[in-house]
């Protein structure tokens, strides 16, 4: 992974001797169609269409088909690395085999029984002195005043937050929790997801909407070196009585094409029919395999208990690394979404 981002570090900074001696220790030491791709863009940068041809060429017929890649076809009708090339007719041709391969999600088999007993997750109410402090401090209240329903207070904070990061890039030691995170980001700071979700979490709790940060994994998080996994967040629609997918990064809250609110699972269910309701880039929807999140979602973080659960389809198991890297596993397993999703129960 460090290899990796040095290397596109190295990209962005047009450092291009650095960026191919590092994309070529990539390819020597752990072989991966996407370091075909970083040698594709370094010689694009640098005018040298022939190499970047062949880079690019091994990159899609290797790799365009995997998950981890689906995103390949926008990057490349998109990226401005890509200018010195674009107008070269074997490029729309690439671009075309890109899109024919990509991947695309399929349904995921779940228990669909429900439970005698369906998982308790805690949440503070809005007069949380944490939550009371946030709200004011960044006038949510005032934010969401002329919405009519809890759909639109939630689609209203989830834009909010949307615009809230900088575009100074994200710095390590950011602080864990909302307040502390927009404080940043008032200084210019992005966020990844993590922190996108953190904070439309808190938001949507200090409006009295019960809501939660969802770690989501691919299938193959165990092995796959880099973009195994997302994080976004769910909010409990009280007048609705459901729970709806909220990705405060992408700015999506989902639902379906007759506007009901789709849940996490459902929304990824319905990213694998023909006609998705939404618009959702393939590498995240590819992470949506494994569903994690906290039991106890109550504010300040560190009144907060340790303990967590886990969704998965049926047949797979509970995965004890994330990114090759060894993870403690959920202290709760399932494979039914009933056990997520039963109304929300607030604690003082």
């Given at each position: 992974?460090?290899?990796?981002?040095?290397?596109?570090?190295?990209?962005?900074?047009?450092?291009?001797?650095?960026?191919?001696?590092?994309?070529?220790?990539?390819?020597?030491?752990?072989?991966?169609?996407?370091?075909?791709?970083?040698?594709?863009?370094?010689?694009?940068?640098?005018?040298?269409?022939?190499?970047?041809?062949?880079?690019?060429?091994?990159?899609?017929?290797?790799?365009?088909?995997?998950p981890g890649?689906?995103?390949?076809?926008?990057m490349?009708?998109?990226?401005?690395?890509?200018?010195?090339?674009?107008?070269?007719?074997?490029f729309?041709?690439?671009?075309a085999?890109?899109?024919?391969?990509?991947?695309?999600?399929?349904?995921?088999?779940?228990?669909?029984?429900?439970?005698?007993q369906?998982?308790?997750?805690?949440?503070?109410?809005?007069?949380?002195?944490?939550?009371?402090?946030?709200?004011?401090?960044?006038?949510?209240?005032?934010?969401?005043?002329?919405?009519?329903?809890?759909?639109?207070?939630?689609?209203?904070?989830?834009?909010?937050?949307?615009?809230?990061?900088?575009?100074?890039?994200?710095?390590?030691?950011?602080?864990?929790?909302?307040?502390?995170?927009?404080?940043?980001?008032?200084?210019?700071?992005?966020?990844?997801?993590?922190?996108?979700?953190?904070?439309?979490?808190?938001?949507?709790?200090?409006?009295?909407?019960?809501a939660?940060?969802?770690?989501?994994?691919?299938?193959?998080?165990?092995?796959?070196?880099?973009?195994?996994?997302?994080?976004?967040?769910?909010?409990?629609?009280?007048?609705?009585?459901?729970?709806?997918?909220?990705?405060?990064?992408?700015?999506?809250?989902a639902?379906?094409?007759?506007?009901?609110?789709?849940?996490?699972?459902?929304?990824?269910?319905?990213?694998?029919?023909?006609?998705?309701?939404?618009?959702?880039?393939?590498?995240?929807?590819?992470c949506?395999?494994?569903?994690?999140?906290?039991l106890d979602?109550?504010?300040?973080?560190?009144?907060?208990?340790?303990?967590?659960?886990?969704?998965?389809?049926?047949?797979?198991?509970?995965?004890?690394?994330?990114?090759?890297?060894?993870?403690?596993?959920?202290?709760?397993?399932?494979?039914?979404?009933?056990?997520?999703?039963?109304?929300?129960?607030?604690?003082?």
């Open positions: 992974m460090d290899l990796y981002a040095g290397t596109l570090n190295a990209i962005n900074a047009r450092n291009w001797e650095r960026a191919e001696h590092l994309a070529s220790e990539l390819l020597r030491i752990d072989p991966d169609p996407r370091d075909h791709m970083l040698l594709a863009m370094i010689h694009s940068g640098q005018g040298q269409a022939d190499p970047a041809f062949a880079e690019l060429a091994i990159a899609i017929e290797q790799g365009a088909a995997d890649s689906a995103d390949w076809p926008d490349l009708a998109s990226d401005p690395i890509w200018d010195p090339i674009r107008r070269d007719a074997r729309a041709a690439l671009i085999k890109a899109t024919a391969l990509r991947w695309k999600p399929d349904p995921l088999r779940f228990d669909l029984s429900s439970p005698d369906p998982a308790r997750f805690r949440f503070s109410p809005p007069n949380n002195l944490y939550l009371t402090r946030l709200r004011r401090l960044h006038k949510l209240d005032e934010l969401v005043q002329s919405t009519t329903s809890d759909l639109d207070r939630v689609k209203r904070i989830c834009h909010w937050v949307h615009a809230q990061a900088g575009d100074r890039g994200w710095r390590r030691g950011l602080p864990p929790d909302p307040v502390g995170l927009l404080e940043a980001a008032s200084k210019g700071t992005s966020f990844r997801c993590v922190e996108y979700a953190t904070v439309v979490a808190g938001c949507l709790n200090a409006i009295g909407i019960p939660r940060a969802v770690g989501a994994m691919s299938s193959d998080v165990e092995t796959r070196r880099i973009n195994a996994g997302h994080v976004f967040a769910e909010a409990w629609l009280p007048d609705a009585k459901r729970w709806v997918f909220v990705d405060a990064e992408e700015d999506v809250v639902t379906a094409v007759d506007g009901t609110p789709l849940n996490a699972v459902e929304f990824r269910q319905a990213l694998a029919s023909p006609k998705p309701p939404i618009d959702y880039r393939p590498a995240l929807s590819m949506m395999f494994h569903f994690q999140m906290d979602q109550r504010y300040p973080l560190d009144a907060r208990q340790r303990g967590d659960i886990m969704l998965a389809p049926l047949g797979a198991s509970a995965p004890t690394k994330f990114q090759r890297e060894p993870s403690p596993p959920p202290r709760r397993f399932t494979h039914r979404p009933a056990d997520l999703y039963a109304a929300p129960i607030l604690e003082r």
